[in-house]
């Protein structure tokens, strides 16, 4: 099993700049696919970026390709997700999500996930 807690949202105007952190315990870190998804309100969850453990490869949304980073410290069993030049159409609850095996894009496939940090981005 895998706990995830997420942290750092808040209130922050458009063009701002965000950082989320993902804490993980339980099993061992680095096997595991670390990914982000946000949900908006009456929206379906979508994928926002996953980090590959087979070779810390990197997957993003077209949406925030250019903008947003995620990454990971397999050593504070810690991944993140930067967020640069917000817009309001960013604006949702941000969920981390673990896996065993290959990144992919659909939520289904994630077993673990944290409780969610919200993210507003006003204009």
């Known amino acids: 099993q895998v706990q995830l807690v997420e942290s750092g949202g808040g209130l922050v105007q458009a063009g701002g700049p965000l950082r989320l952190s993902c804490a993980a315990s339980?099993?061992?870190?680095?096997?595991?696919?670390m990914a982000w998804f946000r949900q908006a309100p009456g929206k379906g969850r979508e994928f926002v970026a996953a980090?590959?453990?087979?070779?810390?490869?990197?997957r993003y949304a077209d949406s925030v390709k250019g903008r947003f980073t995620i990454s990971r410290d397999n050593g504070k069993n810690t991944a993140y997700l930067q967020m640069n030049s917000l817009k309001p159409e960013d604006t949702a609850v941000y969920y981390c999500?673990?896996?065993?095996?290959?990144?992919?894009?659909?939520?289904?496939?994630?077993?673990?996930w944290g409780q969610g940090t919200q993210v507003t981005v006003s204009s």
């Open positions: 999500a673990a896996k065993f095996g290959i990144a992919t894009t659909y939520p289904e496939h994630y077993p673990y």
């Open positions: 339980g099993r061992t870190f680095s096997p595991y696919t």
């Open positions: 980090a590959n453990p087979t070779d810390g490869s990197t």
